[in-house]
């Protein structure tokens, strides 16, 4: 921490946030509220991706902050592809179970994310792929409609991912694949039956424990509550049926999907008491403050604890992963050529 500037009484519960910057570097703002209110993660999207030189310099700079925060991406490939100015265009997550790859993918973008400075790729999606819904809504990021074919391709994404030191997370809890609505802008409504929730679910018991974090979705079931702010779905469910033990993530709390659920410093709330460790705030950094304050005040003492021990383990699981990683040094152009070869293959 810069010398003088003190953090708040709520700086532990800012560790329970993951936020996003405007640009391409910190701002003097950006830096002042950061210093005072240290995050656990920063996320990068292409708004803050120019070249690389320019996001290795400001990984770099968020690495010097207090903490410091896990740097986090989503570096899925295909239509979800943050580096793809700067490297070059990676393969889709279907195109790579498809055609065997998922693992060298996994690897690539490994290596892409760990060359920048990034700790976590916030993949894979494990959502089915069905007609009329995820087909449409989220196309390619989609690996089948198989649960057998996506567990296999995300495991095997997740071990390269692991091979070069970056961790991962699963996404988007309980399933988005009979989802016919796109959480950015809407709220859907996933109707009950029991049979596609176990083919939904299937994924995730496969791969959860393997990635050890798990990115809990916006999606509602008929009582038209989203996951994220649901405890029976993002508690009940995840930990106490399915066993789970490691970090949920909530999606980015500013999405449309939860526009009827009060302001984002609300959503905040609601979504820490749900069970969520991690709360995404990406885009309205002028409300991460107030966000953080209103966990502070409204979120009991011991659920704000329960979210930092499970968010700290997994932040020791990533040293663990970096301490064994094969971290390429290779010239930056050999890795370009290698993710283009893929569409190749």
């Known amino acids: 921490m810069t010398e003088g500037v003190r953090a ?23 830096r002042s509220i950061l210093e005072r209110f240290p995050p656990r993660a920063v996320i990068l999207f292409r708004r803050n991706i120019e070249s690389l030189p320019q996001v290795a310099r400001l990984t770099s700079e ?41 693992r060298r993918a996994g690897e ?27 087909e449409r809504v989220l196309q390619d990021r989609c690996a089948s409609a198989d649960p057998r074919k996506i567990s296999r391709a995300a495991a095997e994404f997740i071990i ?43 994924p995730f018991i496969a791969t959860m424990g393997k990635a050890g974090a798990v990115m809990i979705s916006h999606a509602a079931g008929p009582d038209g509550v989203p996951a994220s702010l649901s405890r029976p779905k993002a508690d009940g469910l995840l930990r106490e049926r399915l066993r789970f033990t490691g970090a949920a993530f909530s999606d980015d709390l500013e999405m449309g999907a939860l526009s009827a659920f009060g302001d984002l410093p609300r959503r905040c ?8 460790d991690l709360l995404f705030v990406c885009s309205r950094f002028s409300l991460y403050a107030d966000c953080v304050e209103a966990v502070e005040a409204e979120v009991s003492p011991e659920r704000r604890t329960e979210a930092a021990a499970r968010l700290d383990r997994y ?11 094969a971290i390429s040094q290779r010239p930056i152009d050999e890795l370009v050529a290698d993710i283009r070869s893929l569409h190749r293959v």
């Not at 708040?8 to 560790?15: A, I, M, N, Q, V």
């Not at 959502?127 to 995820?134: Q, V």
């Not at 796109?182 to 029991?194: A, F, G, N, S, Y």
């Not at 932040?315 to 990683?325: I, V």
């Open 8 to 30: 708040d009484p709520g700086s532990l519960t800012s560790r329970l946030f993951g936020v996003g910057l405007a640009g391409t570097g910190l701002t003097g703002e950006e």
């Open 62 to 102: 968020i690495r010097e902050l207090e903490g410091p925060p896990l740097l986090c991406i989503d570096q899925e490939g295909g239509p979800v592809d943050r580096l793809r100015e700067v490297l070059a265009s990676s393969i889709s997550f279907r195109e790579a179970a498809r055609e065997g790859l998922a």
């Open 108 to 134: 690539l973008a490994g290596e892409a994310c760990a060359r920048l400075g990034f700790d976590v790729d916030l993949a894979p999606v494990v959502d089915r792929c069905l007609p009329g819904a995820s």
């Open 160 to 202: 390269g991912l692991h091979a070069r030191g970056i961790g991962a997370c699963i996404k988007h809890f309980p399933g988005l694949g009979r989802a016919d609505l796109d959480t950015h802008k809407e709220l859907p409504r996933i109707p009950e039956d029991p049979r596609e929730e176990q083919l939904d679910l299937a």
């Open 269 to 276: 709330v609601l979504a820490s008491r749900a069970g969520c």
């Open 315 to 325: 932040a020791e699981r990533l040293g663990e992963l970096r301490a064994r990683a």
